[in-house]
């Protein structure tokens, strides 16, 4: 209490030195990651239940992913054959989930929850947005299952799955494709249902939206009816379940499948702030893909920043799928806290592919080397192709191999294998973007949008947006997919939701979390994808919270 009386008389009072308001230097916001974990699916199709849970969940420890950052156990579909009672409480079978200890009672789902927390892991749990899910409609193993799904049940299915303490749930939609049901409508229905399951039990839900890509959620999914993290699926599986001694068991992955939803799920301008692209379950260690096409399918994944969940059966890993899985370094480039997705920044021949995206390390970038022909193919990548200057020398290293490379000059070339890609870190000295400032009077401010005093702002003056406001910056012309920096502040206590419209186009919803409450500037980076505009582009944020404002954005420089 003394010490919160000196501070503020202070800060009343202040000596010659000292700036009334001064705020701390701009932080980056790091984006939350997305999750880690392990889903039931590709392995075990549905024949899920408790035991194979409790042996996954074990092996996920002592394996060695728990510790490299995997922490979710993911249940999907087969957990619930699509029983209710009479009050349409979801009812499981006893026997597939049995108590695990004394006290417990069989057929209640929070016994394997607890389980699985008690593992220092968080559970997940699926169901569909339809009235019935795939097991009825396209059932892998085992008879049809109808009712398997959740329309009309939705606030009191999240809520149960809060109740029995899961922490993550996927919602599939081969009920609501069936019915020709809308997928943002459903999805958003389904957003209001967790946020209210949320707030009644205190306990969070990450929402996983699995719809295949139709009706391209990256335009409708992130951000949907205000959540502040979420995933979508964005094509269909990455390979049918195979399950060791059943009729399916002679199914293989492949990587031509890899590379499909690899293609699929490039939608970088939806990817930012806590929203992702979700390629599917990965395939690295199930049969079928060779070691080196384990480590590109990570790559691939790695530099899309996508959702990491494994499918392949953790109690016989072998010890190079268990590396590639929790190599520090590749996880570190999915993890990175820009949160971004990669861009393809070079194609001088089909299927010879240079991906980049920048890390949050000043300097950093990761590259991906990708090799789709069937011959060995040198690949160079160029310096000013993904934002250094072209001018200084950058460091390279070989992320698989672990070898820091000597300095090169302007460019760097390797011969990747045929089928194969080469995961690198480069860094070097990012060219200096110019600055828009937001209180610039060529752009166009509507409705409330004011300009006003900032204490911490390069031209001391902000502009406020939030409270239906809009701020257009008009930028050189955007012709190319480009990384965009915002300076903004966010004196609230709570993330708020803006949108960005690019040249007209349908806007996205940025989260803006909380900067401090003294003109503290906050950084993010988005993507915002090429228009026609000619004369320049246009990008407009609005935001009906009213506590947004922006200081300057910049286009960060990038030749391709
Ligand atoms: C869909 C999903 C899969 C899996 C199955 C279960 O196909 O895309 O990931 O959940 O349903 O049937």
Known sequence: MLALVSISALAQAPGPNLRPNAASTPRQIPASPPPM???????????????????????????????????YINIDE???????????????????????RAGETAGDMANIVRFIHSAGLKAGIYTDAGESGCSF??????????????????????LQFANWGFDYVKVDWCGGSRENLDPAVQY?????????????????????????GNNSPWTWAPGISGVTADIWRTSGDIVAPIVANTPN?????????????FDQGIHPHAQHTGYYNDLDMMVVGMPGLSDAQNRAHMSLWAMSGAPLIVGADLRTLTESTRAILVNPDVLAVDHDSLGLQAIKVDEPQPGIQVWTKPLSTAGAHAVLLLNRTATPAPISVRWNAIGLDSTLPATVKDVWSGRELRSYSSTYTLTVPAGDATLLIVRGTDAIPMPYEAAAPTNQLAAAATPQPCNSCRSGRSVKVGGEGSLTF???????????????????????????SVDGQLPTNILFPPTGPDDDIGIITIEVEPSQSEQSSKLSFSCASPNLSFESISVLPDAH
């Open 78 to 100: 087969g957990w619930w054959l699509g029983k209710r009672d009479a009050n349409s409480n979801m009812i499981v079978d006893p026997h597939q989930w049995p108590a695990l």
């Open 474 to 500: 008009l930028v050189q012309p955007i012709h190319q997919s480009s990384f965009v920096r915002i300076r903004y502040l966010n004196p609230g206590e709570i993330p708020v939701i803006g949108q960005l």
């Open 249 to 261: 068991g002679s199914r293989r992955a492949t990587f031509a499948g890899v590379l499909t939803n």
């Open 188 to 212: 958003a229905a389904v957003a209001r249902a967790i946020a209210r399951a949320e707030t009644i039990t205190g306990h969070r839900l990450y929402f996983s939206i699995c719809n295949w």
């Open 37 to 71: 974990g392990w889903s039931s699916w590709n392995s075990f199709s549905n024949t899920i239940d408790s035991n194979i849970v409790v042996q996954q969940t074990k092996a996920l420890v002592s394996s060695g992913l728990k510790d490299a950052g995997y922490e």
């Open 137 to 158: 409609y396209g059932p892998d193993l085992g008879p049809p299952m109808a009712h398997t799904g959740s329309e009309g049940h939705y606030e009191q299915d999240f």
